[in-house]
């Protein structure tokens, strides 16, 4: 039965590593579609690639996935797969709604929501101030250093280019794009797909497969997490990227190339330093406001931004609401 149990939640963990790829897949093409630097479905085969060769390149935030928000060792393999299983449906079904509602919602902490949510109404360990440290704190001034950061660039960029031909250096900026935007779907792929790789460890620690005192990914789980995150990539988020690309303010490929880059070296900085489960869904949204507002504050479509920021602000609650009820409902059943 726990065998079985344990096929099932990473079945369930690799289709929200699925719904991760489609749903965030705006967030690494949007800008360069948007400006048309490259069309949707070359944007989409570069995403896929870039998304399964950053998933490859490090497991920092996937450990942080397995060890720091709750602990499933307080309780038996059995009940703690139904828990991993209840925060994935919890994850999974926020992705849903926020995908149909195409609000570029954060999957990461849909999932940390998720896990969250049902750690409470189990009665488990709930790492609270791993959550603050590497979760709440992180989710408040990433999206705030991504929109200085990219404000401060590319009013540096506009004074460096202010005597240049506009036709021929948004050509150049144009061609840059594809660079920057390779970077950010590096990025994601660094970020989101690991979040997958340490569900999938959690639930093989509490199937009793593997050694809780040994975070090494396995190859495999390495690999279905990079291929599923791929695929959902290509699949595509028309939704959102229309949100991402259009709707908070028209980018030209200079602002694109900047917002790309900004968000990029966020995401690197938080996998590699300080291996926090940054969203790339805030990072670059905020980056994308930040190049925007050196147009005029006006530019931006605040009222947009207010409908994200929402999104924002309820996704883990409300990720965490949705775990926990599938959890009172799965364990009486599953057990």
Sequence with gaps: MDVLLVVVVVAFALGFDYTNGFHDAANAIATSVSTRALTPRVALLMAA???????LLGTHVATTIAE?????????????????????????????ITWWLGLPS?????????????????GITVHWSAIWDKVVLPMVFSPLIGFLFAFGLMVGVLWLVRNRAPARTMRRFRLAQTASAA??????????????????????????FHDPDNMTIP?????SAAAAISAGTYAGGWRIMRTLGRKIIELDPARGFVAESVAAIVLYANAY??????????????????VGATKRLSAVRWGV???IGAAWVLTIPAAALVAALIYLVLNPILT
């Design 106 to 122: 954060s999957s990461t902490h849909a999932l940390i929501g998720g896990l969250t949510g049902v750690g409470v109404a189990s």
């Design 305 to 307: 931004a207010k409908n």
């Design 273 to 290: 330093w300080l291996h926090a489960p940054v969203s790339t869904t805030h990072t670059i949204t905020s980056a994308i406001m930040g």
């Design 49 to 55: 690639f870039f998304n399964l060769v950053g998933a």
């Design 219 to 223: 190859l495999w789980v390495k690999l």
């Design 68 to 96: 720091d928000i709750i602990s499933i060792g307080d309780v038996g393999p059995h009940e703690g797969l139904i828990i991993v299983l209840s925060g994935l449906i919890g994850a999974i079904t926020w992705n849903l």
């Design 183 to 208: 970077a950010m779907a590096l990025g994601h792929g660094l970020q989101d797909a690991q979040k997958t790789m340490g569900v999938i460890v959690l639930a093989l620690i509490a199937g009793g």
